[in-house]
């Protein structure tokens, strides 16, 4: 069994692809930079660690322009 759970992830995130997205970024700052937010982790990768993360409510999605298409264009 995984933890955190794909059901559990989806109240926090609703989309699959915009939790993937989430996490992948987040294991990549937490790879270069640390700067944990739980004081404590169940899992040992960042991804895991990301998803964690997820799961408690420390990280959301930044709701953004429709008319954007890319970052640099804000």
Known sequence: MLYPSVDSLKTQIDS?????SVASKRARQL?????????????H???GRALE??????LTIQ????????????
Do not use: F, H, P, W
């Open 53 to 58: 993360e997820v799961a408690a409510g420390e």
């Open 45 to 47: 990768k960042q991804v």
């Open 31 to 43: 790879q270069e930079e640390g700067g944990e937010r739980l004081t404590s982790y169940v899992s």
């Open 16 to 20: 699959k692809y915009s939790l993937v």
């Open 63 to 74: 709701s953004s322009s429709d008319s954007v298409v890319y970052e640099d264009e804000v």
